[in-house]
């Protein structure tokens, strides 16, 4: 008894091997390339299989006859009991002539190669989309009632299935996988379809709201989803036992969840809040197919549309499973699989370890190049306030990744003892002093930078004054409004205009605004500094609406509390937990490596969720830390204070350790 397989190397094929090897015979597996070589002397060597149990057959799946060698065929010829084909393009995004290329002409190569080795058994791998968008149950001996073939994906697997029914010569079973996850025990998975593609999604959510606030999402059809060990137990199991030529398998789950209960499962397993309210997609269906897509195919609706797709990392093609139609009887499968003690697992009981396999191994987020050295190689960035506390900090975590940077403040001194600080680390430092609240100083500035340097790729508007004064003390200091306003609003914004043509000329450019958690949360005492961020935060956004198609990205970082000299001089905040201007400087590179619109902690998000939703609690939570909280002495100054500083107490500390990072 030896087997042959296609696709040995692939994510199913591999997990076939590993059970197949614990059954006797030699395996043969079809490689068209040195990778797929190299990937089965891995296996081979990981799992520690034994010599001559597992030969590498040169050939390739789009010639004739898998273009297997006379020789290969005279030695094979008679001695394979079982010829897997699983060798396909599972790709939505592949173009038709690669998918009809490999899966169809590629199974009628395999259905010869079956021939030719006189195999015992053809098992055909297809897959539940060779049932198209069939609308209702599907079961396991029908074929011809397979319907909404268009996409390539469909077509291809359904004809693929139908070349092995009319013209396989020897005898031959097929199964059909539903869409199949990593390993139930593990995780482990090597490629990102189906479910996965929805995870950027889940963790787009957890990062910007609590797990404990409910969301509302969509509902709609049942999504298949099986574990690969179910899959490949589940196939070694039903290819071995006698009598079953001829069939078809639903290698599916006897009880899938519907898409929005499934996406609810993984934001489960990854913490993420769930859907508390789904609205089932055929809601919408009262909209007539031609509006519908009259209004998909407006140029801003499918820029819209692609960008957050790509973003999410999602194919469109993949949105139409969210709406599956058909549901997959599995009876035949069952009633093969009796006895065997082979059943497919809840989805609830194995998707955290599919999420944490993802997340820690598949994210596409940490493969590829996303580290800051790659971001930033061959950019020049202007820091303003570069010589103390975020500023500072962001300068040396870029130093650290080799940046070029222009540094920006008012003191040569501390300017200087940055640049030194920062060529220590690998940087490169280029100091210009300039006071950035006043606007001839800037031109200046902004001149000679672009004719010293040529242009600006990512500028950090981050120099900023601080105001903590409540407004009845304020009420005859007119300039403390004045004075935020002309250098976190106006200074920011006329370095900004400046530097926005030569970005724009030069193909791109990332402006990261750094803003206050205060905007969100409508600090009590800040009115004149978190007036001027917001201020600035608007204006950025409005910018980014009119800058998004010429490459040019605005980041607003609404930073919460940073031990800098800037809160200083607030006693309270001594002993109230804040950031360090390291975690500070953490949070800009995340901003220069993924260019979000906006970054803020989820203290910040829900600050201003609660504003938006329940106005009148938030102004009360706020209010009674304006009460609870002093004054500082230096803003009491020409005013009788309403309150009056005293040491903090057990209850100010419990406060603030609540509203952690929040202005108070
Ligand atoms: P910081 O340690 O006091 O540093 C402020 C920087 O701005 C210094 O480098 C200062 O340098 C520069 N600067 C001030 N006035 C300037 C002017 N007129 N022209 C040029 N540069 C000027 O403050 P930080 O805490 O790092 O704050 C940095 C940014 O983060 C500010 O925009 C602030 O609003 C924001 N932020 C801070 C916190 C926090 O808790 N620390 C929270 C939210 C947001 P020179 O004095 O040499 O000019």
Not at 52 to 67: A, D, H, M, P, S
Not at 330 to 342: D, F, H, N, V, Y
Not at 519 to 535: D, E, G, H, I
Request: hydrophobic share 40%.
């Amino acid at each position: 008894m030896a087997y042959f397989l296609t696709g040995g190397t692939g994510f199913l094929g591999r997990n076939l091997i590993t059970r197949l090897l614990k059954r006797e015979g030699e395996i043969y597996v079809l490689c068209h390339d040195q990778i797929a070589r190299d990937a089965l002397t891995a296996y081979q060597e990981e799992h520690n299989v034994p010599e001559g149990r597992l030969t590498v057959i040169q050939g390739n799946l789009t010639e004739e006859c898998l273009g297997l060698t006379e020789s290969d065929i005279a030695t094979l010829r008679g001695k394979i009991s079982h010829f897997f084909h699983l060798a396909a393009i599972y790709d939505l995004k592949a173009t038709a002539e690669i998918q009809e290329a490999v899966n169809i002409a590629g199974t009628q190569n395999a259905v010869d190669a079956a021939a030719a080795l006189e195999a015992g058994c053809l098992h055909h791998i297809s897959s539940i989309a060779s049932a198209g968008l069939y609308e209702g149950h599907f079961r396991e001996d029908m074929f011809e009632e397979a319907e909404h073939l268009e996409h390539p994906y469909f077509s291809t697997k359904h004809l693929s299935e139908k070349v092995v029914r009319e013209k396989c010569t020897v005898p031959f079973r097929i199964y059909r996988p539903g869409m199949v996850v990593g390993d139930s025990k593990t995780g482990i998975a090597d490629r990102v379809d189906g479910p996965y593609y929805f995870f950027k999604l889940i963790q787009r959510i957890r990062e910007v709201l609590p797990a404990w606030v409910p969301t509302i999402g969509l509902e709609g059809g049942f999504l298949n989803i099986v574990p690969v060990d179910y899959v490949t137990d589940a196939l070694d199991h039903i290819a071995h036992k006698d009598g079953l030529d001829s069939n078809c398998f639903h290698l599916t789950d006897p009880k899938p969840y519907r898409s929005g209960e499934v996406l609810n499962i993984f934001a489960e397993a990854g913490h993420a809040p769930r859907m508390a309210v789904r609205f089932d997609t055929k809601l919408f269906s009262f909209i007539p197919n031609q509006v519908r897509n009259a209004i998909l195919s407006l140029p801003t609706v499918k820029q819209i549309a692609d960008v957050t797709l790509k973003d999410l990392g999602i194919p469109s093609s993949a949105l139409q499973f969210f709406s599956y139609p058909t549901e997959f009887d599995c009876r035949e499968t069952q009633k093969a699989l009796k006895g065997s003690g082979i059943e497919c697992p809840r989805l609830t009981s194995y998707a955290p370890a599919i999420w944490d396999y993802w997340e820690r191994t598949l994210d596409p987020q940490i493969s590829g190049d996303r580290s800051l050295n790659a971001r930033i190689k061959d950019k020049i960035i202007l820091i303003t306030g570069a010589s103390s506390g975020i500023g500072q900090a962001t300068a040396y975590k870029l130093a650290e990744n080799n940046a070029e940077l222009i540094l920006v403040a008012r003191d040569e001194e501390k300017l200087a003892n940055t640049k030194l600080e920062v060529e220590k680390r690998g940087g490169i430092a280029h100091t210009y002093q300039c006071d950035l609240s006043n606007i001839e100083d800037i031109e200046k500035l902004s001149a000679e930078v672009l004719e010293n340097h040529g242009k600006v790729d990512i500028l950090i508007n981050n120099a900023g004054r601080s105001i903590r004064r409540s407004i009845a003390n304020s009420i005859d200091r007119f300039h403390d409004f004045q004075r935020t306003m002309q250098l976190n609003y106006f200074g920011a914004l006329k370095l900004t205009l400046n530097l926005l043509p030569s970005m724009e000329e030069n193909g791109g450019g990332h402006v990261i605004n750094i803003s206050s958690i205060g905007v969100l949360t409508n600090a009590p005492r800040f009115s004149a500094y978190v007036a001027s961020k917001a201020a600035l935060d608007a204006f950025t956004r409005c910018a980014a609406s009119e800058y998004s198609d010429v490459n040019v990205n605005f980041t607003t970082i609404n930073m919460p509390l940073v031990k800098t000299p800037m809160i200083a001089p607030t006693k309270i905040y001594q002993s109230v937990p804040t950031l360090t201007p390291d975690e500070a400087a953490d949070m800009v590179a995340t901003a220069i490596i993924d260019k979000p619109k906006r970054i803020a902690t989820n203290l910040g998000i829900f600050g201003q969720l609660v504003h938006a939703l329940f106005p009148k609690l938030a102004e009360i939570i706020m209010n009674s830390s304006f009460r609870m909280f002093p004054d500082s002495k230096e803003s009491e100054q020409g005013k009788e204070a309403r309150s009056k500083e005293k040491a903090s107490s057990a209850e100010l500390i419990a406060l603030s350790a609540l509203l952690k990072g929040v202005h108070l």
